[in-house]
Structure formats: C-alpha cells, structure tokens
C-alpha cells in the first residue's frame, strides 16, 4: 500500500510534459485506486499549474471513481442483500454531494417516527395509514409532476433534501422505511409508474431475489407518488388497459431489487438524453451495461 507522501509525489508529477513519464504515473495512480482522489483533489485545489496539470487530474480522478462503482455495482447485481445499497452506489455517482451518512440518518430518523405510532395489532391497511401521515402529513413528501423528468427526481438522496421526486424514488422512500420496521412492503414495477405492494407473508421480504411471487402473494398495492393511495388488483389492471400494454403477471408482483436500481438508470438516460455531458451519458451507458 502506497503511504501519503508517496502518493503526493506522484501526484506532484502529473504536469510531466514527457507523455511517457505521465503515462507511467497515471498507470500507478490508477493502480492505487481511491485512496488517491483525496490527494488529486487536494492538489486541484491547491496547486496553481496550468490546465493541462488540471485535466490530468480531472481525467485519473474520474477513471478510478469509475472503476470503482463499476466493480462494486457489478457485485451488488450479483448479490443484492439491501436495495438501499445499489440505490446509494448510483446516487453517490451521479450526485455526490449527498452522503451516504445523511440518507442513513434520515431513513432511520423518519422508520423511528412511524415506529411510534405503530402497533402488532392494527391491519395492514392501519399500518399504511401510519406510513402515510409521517411520510406525507409531517415529512410533507410529495411527487414532483411540475419537472417530472429532471434528473434529480431520481436521485434518492435529492428527494430526501427537498422532499421530492418521481414514482420510483419515492417508492424507494416506502421501501426502505419498511425493511427497517419489518413490514412486507416490496416494489413493483409497473410500466410508466413505479408503485409498491403490501404483502401477505414478512417471510417473503427476506428472500425478495430468490421467491418465485404470485397476484396472490399481494395483497393491495400503495402508490407512493400520490400520497400513499392505496390500489386494488382491479386498478392496477385498469392502469394497464389504460396504457395500452399487454397484460403480464410480472407487473402485478415484487420485481427484484435490480430491476428498480436499472431503472434508475432507465430514468437517468431520459432525463440526460439532450445534455451535450458526453462523459456522463458515457458513464451511465457503461453502468447500465452491467444488466445485460
């Protein structure tokens, strides 16, 4: 492992105008991985070189942020133990100023609120009216149909800041507050609007990748984006006969967790298909990839 002052070295070598030499840096940089970008920042920030100096620095810090949710996206669609734990690695890429601390906190702060007014002997449908008046009454969560389609709608960190966002974030937000309070509450991947359903068995929240789910495994569905309306199957039906697409059991059952973190991304190439950020359209298309 490469000590501080070893990697401050390399990094205080980057304006080399030797190609080779520079070529040979960046290669051990790359190498070291993470543990440089505090350094790289750092001497962005700090050193007055030119702006070649500067896209180095810009372009090493990007491959290794890269590598890395790459690597540790492609494990968790491997083994997707939490949805959070995807969701976050999309989030932390795309909107790094919301840390993973603060999503935590908050999570766990409003699953603590519910938590009160909660009790073993109410119905499904009483416990989704608790999650409701939390989510929607103190918390005041709302869908955003003004910008419906702006990136930040899909980022869950961003809907946590300013309490709102699109139908899959904010089924996210339902999602999550129920694994923390054991609810078996699970997404469901309705075309054109993401929804989330209550299901009949706790058990089956704890295998969610590997159960093979019926219509009878629900038991109602919430609508996340609308303020917690609850739906029957009969509704769910309706919407899509609305839509016009052929009826499929699949949209009326849990999906698994990377069908949600994929759609994100779905979300994310809508929302960034005019944007002249070629590097970041690049970036998305490569973290897609990993579904295929």
């Not at 920042?41 to 290794?64: C, Q, W």
């Not at 997707?80 to 702060?109: A, C, H, M, R």
């Not at 339902?174 to 991947?189: D, K, Q, S, W």
């Not at 994929?262 to 944007?275: C, H, V």
Request: charged letters at 20%.
């Amino acid at each position: 492992m490469a000590t501080k002052n070893e990697i401050d070295a390399l990094v205080s070598l980057l304006d080399d105008p030797d190609e080779i030499i520079f070529n040979q840096i960046k290669s051990q940089l790359l190498e070291i991985g993470t543990d440089c970008i505090p350094h790289l920042e750092k001497a962005n920030f700090e050193n007055e070189y030119g702006p070649v100096f500067k896209s180095r620095i810009n372009g090493i810090t990007h491959e290794i942020s890269l590598s890395k949710v790459l690597k540790d996206h492609n494990d968790w669609i491997n083994h997707p133990v939490k949805l959070i734990d995807g969701v976050n690695q999309i989030d932390q890429y795309f909107f790094p100023n919301i840390t993973k601390s603060y999503v935590q906190n908050e999570l766990s702060k409003i699953a603590t609120d519910v938590s009160e007014h909660l009790y073993d002997s109410m119905s499904p449908i009483e416990k989704v009216s608790v999650i409701n008046d939390v989510l929607y009454d103190i918390y005041n969560f709302r869908g955003d149909k003004k910008n419906y389609h702006s990136a930040e709608n899909s980022s869950f960190g961003k809907l946590l800041q300013t309490k709102k966002g699109n139908p899959l974030t904010n089924s996210i937000l339902y999602v999550e507050i129920a694994r923390l309070l054991n609810l078996p509450i699970m997404g469901i991947n309705l075309p054109n609007h993401f929804i989330v359903g209550y299901l009949n068995s706790k058990d089956i929240c704890y295998y969610p990748n590997n159960y093979k789910f019926t219509k009878k495994d629900v038991d109602f569905y919430i609508n996340p984006f609308s303020q917690g309306v609850v739906l029957k199957h009969e509704d769910v039906e309706d919407f899509i006969q609305e839509i016009n697409v052929i009826n499929n059991e699949y949209y009326y059952i849990p999906c698994p967790y990377s069908h949600i973190t994929k759609r994100i991304l779905t979300n994310l190439n809508f929302s960034f298909k005019k944007s002249n950020n070629f590097i970041l359209k690049s970036d998305l298309n490569k973290i897609t990839a990993l579904y295929h």
